[in-house]
């Protein structure tokens, strides 16, 4: 008989987690060296295994992903404005204002919802110093155009990548564009060291500017540099950011099979958007994003039908950045008109590799 309501509660995610044995074989060396933080063993085969897998030169770990990019800010020296988008979780505008900078909140285009690069150039003053778009649910920014504009007005371009871990652009690493991007491994995401976060950057010397950074700045035992914070990866982050990393390919590939299924359902139908497939870029189908526009039902509606049977989707990103209640007074939604709508149409369903292909049939049943 077909079920009406999934025997447990759905929520938008689930983290993945290794067999349990092979995480505790992993803390044995922790218990016999009692090395638990403080760049240690595991924390050095990560960081190594890490830049191979992402096929970038140069990678930091951190102990999550916001910190990551707070700090790589710092590490950059920037002063006045900062461009960046709305339409992405709190930790990208916030990791600006930390560091005593502007955020200037550039639009979104309406077809990957990534930083309108064709209205990036109007929003740079004398006072800009530097770009972070948002690679929004894995789909990659214009990186040639930012990357061309940036160059010209000589601005740092660091990319928030916490959505595109292990994704490809044209063959190319996700982490390789820009000045650096930052990762997030939090325990929501496509790939998770519980919490976590790993910085990749293209100039080898900012390694040691960032490894400061995250032990509060301190060089040796009787010397301290900077005003560093403590952003340091502990060896069990590491060890089961080790673990999942021999998982990740496969996780995905079960993602893509069941975002595939979704589409069979949804794509064409009138009033329902997906994000249009870039044949460029390889995905990791971290979320699974419907934008609900002039479709019978609006957004709103169809978030309280799957509530009803007991199926959580998330309003990811609702609000916008400029709308929060800490920014309102200085910011306005209004001048960022696109990511204002979308943030009212979008849902993103339910999507981990282990959701059962029936709850996919369910999910699509209820919204159609
Ligand atoms: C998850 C996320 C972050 C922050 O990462 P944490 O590891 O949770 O600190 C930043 N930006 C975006 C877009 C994210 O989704």
């Given at each position: 008989m077909k079920r009406e309501k999934p025997d447990h509660p759905v929520l938008v995610t689930r983290s993945s987690l290794p067999p349990l044995e092979e995480y505790v074989e992993m803390l044995k060396p922790l218990w016999d060296s009692a090395w638990l933080t403080n760049m240690g063993q595991y924390h050095k085969e990560f960081a190594a295994q890490l830049k191979e897998y992402l096929g970038v030169p140069n990678l930091e770990l951190f102990v999550n992903g916001h910190t990551a990019l707070e700090l790589t800010l710092q590490a950059m020296n920037l002063s006045g404005e900062v461009i960046t988008t709305p339409f992405t979780f709190a930790s990208t505008a916030h990791a600006i204002v930390r560091n005593g900078l502007t955020p200037v909140f550039c639009d979104i285009n309406p077809e990957d919802y990534t930083l309108d690069a064709d209205r990036l150039e109007a929003l740079i003053t004398d006072r800009t110093t530097a770009v972070v778009p948002v690679h929004v649910y894995g789909n990659i920014c214009d990186v040639e155009r930012i990357g061309e504009i940036a160059r010209r007005h000589d601005l740092k371009v660091i990319y928030?990548?916490?959505?595109?871990?292990g994704e490809t652009l044209d063959g190319q690493g996700v982490g390789t564009f820009g000045d650096a991007s930052m990762f997030s491994f939090h325990?929501?995401?496509?790939?998770?060291?519980?919490e976590g976060g790993a910085v990749a950057f293209r100039d080898p010397a900012l390694a040691s500017v960032l490894y400061e950074l995250k032990n509060f700045g301190i060089t040796d035992y009787e010397k301290v540099d900077s005003v560093g914070a403590n952003g340091k990866m502990n060896e069990f982050q590491a060890a089961m950011g080790i673990c999942n990393l021999r998982y990740v390919d496969g996780e995905i590939e079960k993602r893509r099979a069941l975002a595939m299924r979704y589409r069979q359902r949804l794509?064409?139908?009138?009033?329902i958007r997906l994000c249009r497939e870039n044949p460029r870029i390889r995905y990791n189908y971290a979320y699974m994003p419907v934008v609900f526009d002039g479709y019978r039902k609006d957004r709103d509606q169809v978030f309280a039908d799957l509530a009803a049977h007991d199926i959580h989707a998330r309003k990811y990103f609702y609000p916008c950045v400029n709308n929060y209640d800490c920014y309102r007074d200085r910011f306005s939604e209004a001048d960022t008109p696109v990511a204002a709508r979308i943030s009212r149409q979008v849902l993103t369903l339910p999507l981990y590799a282990d959701l059962e292909p029936e709850i996919v049939d369910m999910i699509c049943d209820i919204i159609l």
């Open positions: 928030d990548a916490a959505h595109t871990f325990a929501t995401k496509v790939f998770h060291s519980i794509e064409g139908v009138k009033g």
